[in-house]
């Protein structure tokens, strides 16, 4: 069938897939269908993917069936998460020649860009001269990592770099690369279609506040996607949410974006698309749009989505994009019926309502972004964590460790429980939004005036989204302020929310090491979880940069804003009320100083207007020539054994447990990206090769060696495994010994005498960032199943991308209602030919053998080809050779 169009738009002609067309043929009425499923649709037919395509058009809202094949327009890496993707790319080109092709056979087949935004580290703050020495350590320490990045610019084609000091991935991509909808010139057409998107960073979702439809994805799905390979995901359910009402004076997108994580985690919207409308969702600026659509993983969605409106024109223009493709993304979207006016509500499987007059002030945590607090409860939150049982909100503590108070080493001062330690503004999910940026300035512009200071125990650091947001801070003099607060800037980069918040003050580190206090963090992130923001600080609260601030003078959690000073002056007591700046004085401010043409003169020669950057000399070539000494890249044995035909899967029998886990076992607890402790066993592998302690970066920088990650892997301090109650970290008891190890250790041993091993584990397993490691270091410790009662969506795509079988225990059992302690020996009975979700039967052998049937979390026939192939990347090296063979 023939469903192009034309249009013509700035004297141009362009063929695009009309959506009406493709639906009247099929007698749908297009309107029904929410505005990402179009997205979809219009992919498909593009594509050419019939068979997908006559299944989504009978979508049913209610009970949506079949297996979508997603091909994203574009690819978009950070370099935590690009590295290793890259590296993998190269190990690829390697593994092709070994097998007789070429090496250009490995290339990207659509636009790729990776922004080096995750390797600067906080080493230096509160002093005019942190970003410049951040800077320069961040260079110092990456060297190898980012001499192997320009290799790859000049090795790959469709590929470019934006280098450091640019700003955080989601912002660049907001304001700059993405262009809403895309020109093509394909068999002599110009072809327009909507900018779509995967990302190896789980708040790739942010770029659905933009009308553009995208998502995280590991490190391996992207590479797949890279060299021409389609996504598969189960056809989504769609839950509307209706917005009504405008936001109170007082409520910032933070405190909405929060406010959505809880309540669409209660919702259950985990693996749905979720998609925002209504009269209030009109009202919410593309910013405030971009905050909420961030923060999908926190509530477990695959996106959500924001469709295109006048708003999404009104930020392209505001952030300096052309009239000419300002006029392009009008008159496409309104012709493909892709632009949302308010005056129709297509069939979502059920919508939930939020009337945004209703949100308040809150923080989220101690130790998760869905646990939010409205801010007059977080003092007694506080206290009531410390004695809940030790969990997700709770610390487990006596009721006295309240009033622990404890002199700072060489300090005359105190610090006492629930004390602020770190105080960050940072982050993708607010540092893109002008609102609470400017609303953090001018707060700490009347602090600064009323005489207020950050206590010195507290480490302050801002770290904004781009280079715009130095533009309008300093513009409009707030930039002073916040200095003087100790809010200096200290990098361009996603900082304190991936655990790149660098060393407290020694006095404060001893401080904490001997007493074993329980103190604060507040952040303007998205992440909180155990272990994350720095390894010393066990409570960690999200809140919006103005409440950052705030908590920063007031110094503690245990005090209620709301209702008490923030501070006592000379002149006396000094409240939040009294620098909470109104909405009117923001939008004044921002009306005054922010300028498209500082956009496009923050972008202008993005790629090459960073000299430090382009002083990096590497090596030329279509492979990479490999250094052994390197601790920093490394070829992955991935490849070792490949040959051009399947090998038979490995039989599932005789598996030993090498770990046991409860419930919410996040990616940074499989595969942490933080501090390289001295004693774990990453860290002796560096010392072994002669690394100081004070070189061993982080795991996120190290990713792109192997060695490094695999003795990582479940190495979280704050992981808890079952098998080892009474010691929490990365540690596992042998069934060879009975002795008490290392997982890295364990694993090691199973694995010289011949045992492959299994995961036991409970709800949302592998929940938070989209991190390839937490399944590759998996695989490498020789992990062949994990059996969980759930899993969260990229995290169960990643393991059977690594060739690791996914089950899930039915409904209503577990582990423990089964009877699994983890000593058991376990055969699972894996069929030669799976089939999609099947119930395959698991023996458990101890006294006597327990057997039950578990689901087979195959989701689609994609995820049995991986299977049979180990992986998806041993899948396509074969792909590639026969293709460009035959």
Known sequence: MNWTKQLTINNEQYTYLDLLSVASSYNKELASYPFS????????????????????????????????????SRVILQDFTGVPAVVDLAAMRDAVVKLGGKAEYINPEIPVTLVVDHSVQVDCAGTQDSLAYNTEKEFERNHERYQFLKWAQQAFDNFDVVPPETGIIHQVNLEFLSDVILKQTKDEQNWLFPDSLEGTDSHTTMINGLGVLGWGVGGIEAEAAILGEASFFPTPEVIGVELTGTLSPTATATDLALHLTQLLRNEKVVGKFVEYFGEGYQKLSLSDRATIANMAPEYGATCGYCPIDQETLNYLRMTGRTPEQIKLVEVYAKENHLFYDGQETPNYTRVIQLDLSEINSSLAGPKRPQDRIPLDQVADNFSASLTNPSGPQGFGLPEEEINKKVPVANKDTEIQTGDLALAAITSCTNTSNPNVMVAAGLLAKKAVEK??????????????????????????????????????????????????????SDEVEQTLKENDLVVSAVLSGNRNFEGRIHPLIKANYLASPPLVIAYALAGTVTKDLTSEPIAETEAGPVYLEDLWPSKEEIDAYIDAHLDPEDYQSAYEDVYQSNERWNQIKTSEGATYEWDEASTYIANPPFFDTLGKTLDTPPSLTGLKVLAKFGDSVTTDHISPAGNISLNSPAGQYLKERGLAYKDYNSFGSRRGNHEVMMRGTFGNIRIQNQLTPDVTGGYTRSALTGEEMSIYDAAMSYQ???????????????????????????????????????????????????????????????????????????????????????????????????????????????????????????????????????
């Open 37 to 72: 499923i179009r997205v979809l649709l219009e992919s498909l037919a593009r594509h050419k993917e019939q068979e997908a395509l006559e299944e989504l058009i009978e979508y049913d809202a209610q009970n949506p069936e079949g297996v979508i094949p997603f091909r994203p």
């Open 451 to 504: 005489g207020l200071k950050v206590p010195e125990t507290i480490k302050t650091s801002l770290a904004p989204g781009s280079k715009i947001v130095t533009a309008y801070l300093e513009k409009g003099q707030l930039l002073e302020p916040l200095a003087e607060l100790g809010f200096d800037i200290v990098g361009y980069g996603c900082t304190t929310c991936i655990g790149n918040s660098g060393p407290l």
């Open 752 to 886: 010289k005498n011949g045992i492959s091993t299994v995961i036991l584990t409970g709800k949302d397993y592998g929940m938070g960032s989209s991190r390839d490691w937490a399944a590759k270091g998996t695989s490498l410790l020789g992990v062949k199943a994990v059996i969980a009662e759930s899993y969260e969506r990229i995290h169960r795509s990643n393991l059977v991308m690594m060739g690791i079988v996914p089950l899930e225990y039915l409904d209503g059992e577990t582990a423990e209602t089964l009877g699994l302690d983890g000593t058991e020996t376990f055969t699972i009975d894996m069929p030669e030919e799976p089939v999609i979700n099947q119930l395959v039967t698991v023996t458990a052998e101890k006294d006597s053998p327990i057997t039950f049937q578990a689901k087979l979390r195959f989701d689609s026939q994609a995820d049995v080809d991986y299977w049979k192939n180990q992986g998806i990347l041993p899948l396509v090296i074969r792909k590639k050779m026969s293709e460009e063979t035959n």
